[in-house]
């Protein structure tokens, strides 16, 4: 049985980093599509929104001599490579699928709409949102939460490398405390680091929750989708 029929999944690009320290790992990328796929076929209607962390990070443009806003969009451009990346992996395991962009990208990928979103979704395709907000000074947690609500997602889902939201670093804390659910109000005056404000703001407003899981694991997607408690969810 469903938890949930409609979820966005967050991942970062730095997730698909291949060990030269930047580009695309081909085997990082197969694994997530076949976690896709699983979900796919339970008849889950599935959102991706990849950061592009593993190419460019505009957040860092300042230092390598960039203007801020010329180095968001080359971060925003990395998404939509990370997109079609995804898009073509998925067509691979014949999982249908669209690229739809926060900015004009024609032929890589429409241009976002919810029309398009919902045409996406009756034909049974997965949607991959790539180009973030299609503004400068957004994160892509802010395009997901974003995304997330106006196609109005039961969850956002946003996989990590460890396995749900601790009070400190888990992976340089061995005495970290995992919390199994906690709420918005919570997590902000603990002052623990899930998304950035404006994505975690919206979310809260919307009453959308968010799961944090380790992506890594390749049977957690599926778990959560069908109501295993995995990772940590936080609520209203």
């Given amino acids: 049985m469903l938890q949930y029929k409609k979820i966005l999944l967050k991942f970062s690009g730095e997730s698909l980093q291949a060990s030269d320290g930047f580009s695309i790992d081909p085997d990082k990328l197969m694994k997530y599509a076949y976690q896709v796929k699983e979900v796919v076929e339970l008849g889950v209607k599935v959102s991706v929104v990849i950061g592009g962390g593993n190419i460019y ?104 490398r460890v396995d749900g939201v601790y009070d400190s670093d888990p992976e340089k804390n061995p005495n970290a405390v995992k919390f199994d659910e906690i709420t918005f109000t919570d997590a902000y005056a603990k002052g623990l680091k899930i998304m950035d404000l404006t994505a975690f703001t919206m979310c809260k407003e919307n009453n959308l929750p968010i799961i944090v899981f380790n992506v890594g694991d390749e049977t957690s997607l599926k778990k959560i989708v069908t109501g295993n408690k995995i990772g940590t969810i936080i609520k209203n």
Avoid: C, H, W
């Avoid at 395709?125 to 109005?152: M, S």
């Fill in 57 to 160: 990070r505009g957040l860092n443009s300042k230092t390598k001599g960039f203007d801020r806003i010329k180095g968001d969009y080359m971060g925003m451009m990395a998404t939509v490579i990370n997109a079609v990346a995804l898009q073509s992996a998925l067509e691979t395991i014949n999982i249908k699928s669209r690229v739809l962009t926060g900015f004009s990208m024609e032929p890589v990928g429409q241009a976002y709409s919810q029309r398009r979103v919902q045409k996406a979704f009756e034909n049974n395709e997965v949607v991959i949102f790539g180009g973030g907000t299609g503004n400068p000074f957004f994160t892509t947690d802010t395009a997901a939460a974003l995304r997330a609500v106006e196609i109005g997602a039961d969850v956002l889902l946003k996989g990590t």
